[in-house]
Nanobody
Framework: VQLQASGGGLVQAGGSLTLSCAAS????????MGWFRQAPGKEHEFVAA????????LYSDSVKGRFTISRDNAKNTVYLQMNSLKPEDTAVYYC????????????????WGQGTLVTVSS
C-alpha cells in the first residue's frame, strides 16, 4: 500500500488542523494505521494508532485528549484531528500502515507516507 499524507500547515497555538492520509492499493481495511512525528533535532515519536476496523485506538500521553485518529475504509483514508495545538506539536507528521496488531512501535509498520509539516506558532 502507498500512502500520501496531507493537511499540514501553519496554525496558531490553540488552533486545530486535520491531517489526512490516503492509501492506494488493495485491502486497506487489512491494515492497522498509525501516525508518528519527528520534530527538528528530536527522535521519531509515536502519536496515535488505529486498528483495521477503527474500533480500537491508541494515543501517546502527549496528545491524548487533544488528538483523534479515525479512518474511513470506504475512502481508504485515515485522519488525525488535532485540537488545542501547542508549539511543541510542531513536527513533520508521518502516516504508516502495517498488517496485524496496531501499536506504538514503528517497527510494526511496513509502509510509510512522505510526511506533512505542521508548524504551531506561539
Amino acid at each position: 500500500v502507498q500512502l500520501q499524507a496531507s493537511g499540514g500547515g501553519l496554525v496558531q497555538a490553540g488552533g486545530s488542523l486535520t491531517l489526512s492520509c490516503a492509501a492506494s492499493g488493495r485491502a486497506f481495511n487489512s491494515y492497522a494505521m498509525g501516525w508518528f512525528r519527528q520534530a527538528p533535532g528530536k527522535e521519531h515519536e509515536f502519536v496515535a494508532a488505529i486498528n483495521w476496523s477503527g474500533e480500537s485506538t491508541l494515543y501517546s500521553d502527549s496528545v491524548k485528549g487533544r488528538f483523534t485518529i479515525s479512518r474511513d475504509n470506504a475512502k481508504n483514508t485515515v485522519y488525525l484531528q488535532m485540537n488545542s495545538l501547542k508549539p511543541e506539536d510542531t513536527a513533520v507528521y508521518y502516516c504508516a500502515a502495517g498488517i496485524g496488531n496496531y501499536g506504538p512501535y514503528s517497527g510494526a509498520y511496513d509502509n510509510w507516507g512522505q510526511g506533512t509539516l505542521v508548524t504551531v506558532s506561539s
